[in-house]
């Protein structure tokens, strides 16, 4: 019948992993993986797509049915990272499906994180007599679904705020040098975090001195709409010469023309924005920061002392700390990520 | 008879250790290690202590004796961190004891780095009959006698620069904030580092604003003299009622007045230490980079982002690169560690 619980951690594992799958393709809905496990053994695995297409659960299922039959898996128990919906949104609930599979067990890592649904999926499953386990690596089950939450609870995007920069907080080495600071793997390691964002969001004066391309490329653009490309701009005074406006993806390029930094990002999550990688240069950064508008930050330190003017944080008296931070070597590179702390950022 | 050449590695890695136990209390000696092997086991361990005492050879073959007995260690293997000195100095030579004592093979890690006396050691121990391998684990034997190579060769010490920092390069977090920037545990790390030094050299500056003690705590300061604390002042204003005057360890205060950075070092340098660590705020910081007398840089970050006006490296248009940095996690704080890379440090 059901697994053994012991086991509900290596599964969990393995689910949160078919769920990662989905980061940045599924907003507005959230990235959510589930496995069909009977006698111990993996017989369906699933993710969730794109907003619109079968939820996790439901593609989990039918790959059990593929494999071993509709009626092999009744008895069977199903994980899934996130609990599952029990109502009509554009496809029907996830509760339903379950029901009619005849599961003898589900096993969930985050609930709902709206207050409105959560634990009803839980409570129609138990009323069924299916026994239910929650909370199972629910920090890594909520990390993997802190975009969403963030947008469904607030209409507003999580912004991940990204930068390189010197070992003593520069941004450029100087005229005649490098444009790059972070060496190639720490690029190449950006690509990973933008495909999981649905937006990036630069100031007009990042594209007047960069001219960037803000694109996905070469594997990490397969099978992914290009995200969002942003610039905040209070003259909007951008020639139409930039990359953002001339190239095959120029239909992804939003202006935001005069308004706030607050008001862009609620124009975002409106259209189903639910992760901002905000690029900005150090200006716009310190202004996020002091507005208590960025969530998390990951910074790229290159080995060096010194370079140009140019500084991550240009304006003094912020002060923001990270929360429990990743660090990640990178070659010689640090990848330094973490949430910044609960509280006013200002000193 | 002899050892196996693949224990070779091992071993040395033992007499690596013995000698880090002197490390900050030899100079102007180097700091070695030595063991004596007898059929793959250790009979003897020596490192030096203090300049005037004895070699670390003459301390395992001591031991070995004491151990063994002295006919035993006929035919043994002494693996020492560097190449045994052949020529009187405060003591006699150890290549006499070497040969006395009738070692079959001796093992080196690193060759004598002045180029008078390199090679002379193991001419002499080859001529006797003995088997000489030299060159186990030479990068940890270079590393190991890096301050010593370079006061022996130029009669200038080692510049250890130490800093301590939020990720965007500042080095304090501003009025009514804690004056500390890195956590307990890094600060703790910074006395294994400054137990590694003859000197810590400040400016006037940072004496004048932090009032620092500059000392060896607790368990570090055991066994230790306290290393010299050195401040540079063009002004020399500086009331004597700062700690470094005051406290009971004022004889081992320095005050450099009215001379260059590059003139203190080399005062220091005739006074026989090999090893400063440079702890002071950035405008000294800067011009040391700029001049070129950074060696080596100590910098541990904090997970904070902003702060106060001062800054790690307030002077724009120096770069100066660290070679294979050394990154590693002290609870939330990371401690970057390399060596300046070759080549002029400004653009």
Same mark, same amino acid.
């Given at each position: 019948?059901?697994?053994?619980?012991?086991?509900?951690?290596?599964?969990?594992?393995?689910?949160?992993?078919?769920?990662?799958?989905?980061l940045g393709?599924?907003s507005p809905?959230?990235?959510?993986?589930?496995?069909?496990?009977?006698?111990?053994? &993996?017989?369906?695995? /699933?993710?969730?797509?794109?907003?619109?297409? !079968?939820?996790?659960?439901?593609? @989990?299922? $039918?790959? *059990?049915?593929?494999?071993?039959?509709?009626?092999?898996?009744?008895?069977?128990?199903?994980?899934?990272?996130?609990?599952?919906?029990?109502?009509?949104?554009?496809?029907?609930?996830?509760?339903?499906? &379950?029901?009619?599979? /005849?599961?003898?067990?589900?096993?969930?890592? !985050?609930?709902?994180?709206?207050? @409105?649904? $959560?634990? *009803?999926?839980?409570?129609?499953?138990?009323?069924?007599?299916?026994?239910?386990?929650?909370?199972?690596?629910?920090?890594?089950?909520?990390?993997?679904?802190r975009f969403f939450a963030r947008h469904?609870?607030s209409g507003m995007p999580w912004v991940l705020a990204k930068t390189?920069?010197?070992?003593?907080?520069?941004?450029?080495?100087?005229?005649?040098?490098?444009?790059?600071?972070?060496?190639?793997?720490?690029?190449?390691?950006v690509?990973?975090w933008r495909r999981q964002c649905d937006a990036i969001l630069v100031g007009?004066?990042t594209?007047?001195?960069?001219?960037?391309?803000l694109?996905l490329?070469?594997?990490?653009?397969?099978?992914?709409?290009q995200p969002w490309r942003v610039v905040l701009?209070?003259?909007?005074?951008?020639?139409?010469?930039?990359?953002?406006?001339?190239?095959?993806?120029?239909?992804r390029t939003l202006?935001h023309?005069?308004i706030s930094l607050r008001e862009s990002l609620a124009r975002l999550g409106s259209l189903g924005v639910a992760a901002v990688m905000l690029e900005s240069?150090?200006?716009l950064l310190?202004h996020a920061l002091?507005q208590g508008l960025v969530d998390e930050v990951i910074?790229?330190?290159?080995?060096?002392?010194?370079?140009?003017?140019?500084?991550?944080?240009?304006?003094?008296?912020?002060?923001?700390?990270?929360?429990?931070?990743?660090?990640?070597?990178?070659?010689?590179?640090?990848?330094?990520?973490?949430?910044i702390?609960?509280?006013?950022?200002?000193?």
């Amino acid at each position: 019948m059901g697994e053994d619980p012991d086991d509900d951690e290596r599964f969990m594992r393995e689910a949160l992993a078919e769920g990662r799958k989905g980061l940045g393709a599924t907003s507005p809905n959230p990235p959510v993986g589930a496995l069909v496990v009977l006698g111990g053994r &993996i017989v369906g695995r /699933g993710w969730h797509a794109r907003a619109g297409e !079968a939820h996790a659960e439901r593609r @989990a299922i $039918a790959d *059990a049915v593929r494999q071993v039959g509709a009626d092999a898996i009744r008895g069977a128990t199903l994980y899934v990272t996130l609990e599952p919906c029990s109502t009509h949104g554009r496809t029907p609930p996830c509760t339903d499906a &379950i029901l009619e599979s /005849g599961f003898a067990r589900v096993v969930v890592s !985050a609930q709902d994180p709206n207050p @409105a649904h $959560a634990g *009803a999926g839980f409570g129609l499953l138990r009323e069924a007599g299916i026994e239910v386990r929650s909370g199972v690596l629910e920090p890594e089950g909520r990390e993997l679904i802190r975009f969403f939450a963030r947008h469904v609870l607030s209409g507003m995007p999580w912004v991940l705020a990204k930068t390189a920069a010197t070992l003593d907080g520069r941004t450029t080495l100087g005229p005649g040098m490098s444009p790059w600071i972070s060496n190639e793997a720490a690029r190449e390691d950006v690509q990973a975090w933008r495909r999981q964002c649905d937006a990036i969001l630069v100031g007009g004066e990042t594209l007047r001195r960069d001219n960037p391309a803000l694109t996905l490329r070469g594997r990490w653009a397969e099978g992914r709409v290009q995200p969002w490309r942003v610039v905040l701009s209070q003259s909007g005074d951008l020639p139409r010469t930039y990359r953002l406006f001339q190239d095959e993806h120029s239909a992804r390029t939003l202006v935001h023309e005069g308004i706030s930094l607050r008001e862009s990002l609620a124009r975002l999550g409106s259209l189903g924005v639910a992760a901002v990688m905000l690029e900005s240069g150090g200006r716009l950064l310190a202004h996020a920061l002091e507005q208590g508008l960025v969530d998390e930050v990951i910074l790229y330190l290159a080995p060096i002392l010194g370079g140009g003017a140019t500084r991550l944080l240009p304006v003094d008296g912020i002060v923001a700390r990270l929360e429990s931070p990743e660090i990640v070597t990178i070659g010689d590179n640090v990848r330094i990520r973490g949430r910044i702390a609960p509280g006013a950022p200002t000193a």
